[in-house]
């Protein structure tokens, strides 16, 4: 149901019937797909319970692996509502809040830092900010790239929307503040730290690490923080959500990495809130309760020797 | 007007400025070497957010701002302290 977990021809049948039969006739495969992968996919199912079983814990095993089916086709609607997107085959309806606050935020000199996570259709969400006239830079690993890259048509005449593949040495903080005070929006993966420094967070009533290099840039950089909260409501409908800011600006005498945590905190409880509304939009399938590595951890001086 | 630092003035003050900001333990500003590489495993370790926090250092303590560096010379100012303590110098 991720990126890895799809396949050329997977995607051409899909194209086939999105083509031939419209969005309903591609869902209808969907369902098919799905299964296999809820029936096969141990992965998948695996980790997609470590977000099932915090949001739902009233739940016994076997409706939380009924959930995972749902939620497998809740993304897999997704898919193929950004592939006919991108394909420009159907036209979706964008609910936007938040507006004035984007207004407000294009009339500055300086860019901000978009904050997304894999709740709902981010991809789809960000051409929305195609009407702001600031080009969108995703900090993102090369390996991700090309599927985001297709997916946002980034390669495509009059794109906005860049990537940035961190090479993981300072120069990567220099050329994304840059990027920043010229106007650009630098976008990150709020929910996921892909090996980048972390805080620990309480997300969905349990410890999870988050990432904190957003809160950091922007705090260097004197820019807002935007979260990106992108949900789809029906048949051919979205709500975006832009109407969560910070301004990070560390208080004086306080250990700054405390101070991080509590930004990615503000998010993290931003995100819960946003998946308690709406279960079926969390797409995070990864293990973020368990696998967190907090270097410093709130509140301690840290260790030299490493992180 | 101020005099201008010595380049061993502006080590100290790095070497003060990287424990107290950093909030690094088991080194202390007299421990830390002239020559200390600040990145990866050879060196104390430092990671991105502590990049951005010494971007902060520069602009803050000695009026330096970074944004406008290329990448790569980017990288090449941050190998070491004194690397980065001789750029300071120059460009202070």
């Not at chain 1, 977990?5 to 098919?32: D, H, S, V």
């Not at chain 1, 840039?217 to 992108?230: D, E, K, S, W």
């Not at chain 2, 200390?36 to 990049?51: C, H, K, T, Y």
Request: charged share 25%; hydrophobic share 40%; with cysteine.
């Amino acid at each position: 149901m991720s990126r890895q977990r799809g396949n050329k021809p997977g995607f051409w049948f899909f194209r086939l019937f999105l083509k031939t039969g419209g969005l309903w006739a591609a869902y209808g495969l969907l369902y098919g797909v799905a299964l296999h992968y809820w029936l096969f996919d141990r992965q998948a199912g695996k980790a997609a319970r470590a977000y099932l079983s915090r949001r739902f814990p009233e739940n016994g095993k076997l409706m939380i692996h009924l959930k995972c089916y749902r939620l497998f086709v809740s993304q897999g609607k997704q898919l193929i509502d950004r592939m006919a997107a991108t394909s420009g085959a159907v036209r979706f309806n964008f609910t936007l809040l938040g507006e004035d606050t984007l207004a407000d935020l294009s009339a500055r000199k300086s860019g901000f830092v978009l904050l997304t996570a894999h709740a709902g259709n981010w991809q789809i969400a960000m051409t929305t900010l195609g009407r702001i006239g600031k080009n969108v830079y995703l900090v993102m690993h090369p390996e991700h790239n090309t599927a985001v890259k297709q997916s946002l048509n980034i390669s495509s005449e009059g794109a906005f929307i860049d990537t940035i593949p961190p090479a993981g040495g300072p120069g990567d903080v220099l050329k994304i503040i840059k990027l920043l005070k010229d106007g650009h929006i630098v976008s990150f993966m709020g929910d996921r730290p892909y090996d980048a420094a972390t805080g620990e967070v309480t997300f969905m009533g349990d410890r999870a690490a988050f990432p904190l290099g957003a809160f950091s840039i922007a705090a260097a950089a004197g820019v807002p923080v935007v979260m990106l909260l992108a949900s789809r409501t029906g048949f051919k409908s979205y709500t975006v959500d832009f109407t969560h800011v910070m301004t990070p600006k560390y208080e004086k005498g306080r250990n700054k990495r405390d101070q991080l945590t509590q930004w990615a905190q503000t998010y993290a409880d931003i995100l819960t809130d946003f998946f308690t509304k709406a279960p079926y939009q969390c797409f995070l399938f990864y293990d973020v309760w368990r696998n967190r590595e907090d270097p410093g951890g709130p509140g301690e001086k840290r260790s030299v020797s490493g992180n | 007007m101020a005099d201008k630092q010595s380049l061993e003035e502006i080590r100290e003050q790095l070497k003060q400025s990287l424990v107290e900001e950093l909030s690094l333990e088991d080194i202390t500003p007299e421990e830390m070497k002239d020559d200390e590489i600040l990145f990866g495993e050879e060196g104390i370790g430092l990671d991105s957010l502590d990049a951005v926090e010494i971007v902060l250092i520069l602009q803050q303590n000695w009026g330096i701002d970074l944004a406008d560096m290329d990448m790569e010379k980017g990288k090449e100012i941050f190998a070491s302290l004194d690397v980065l303590a001789q750029y300071i110098y120059d460009n202070a």
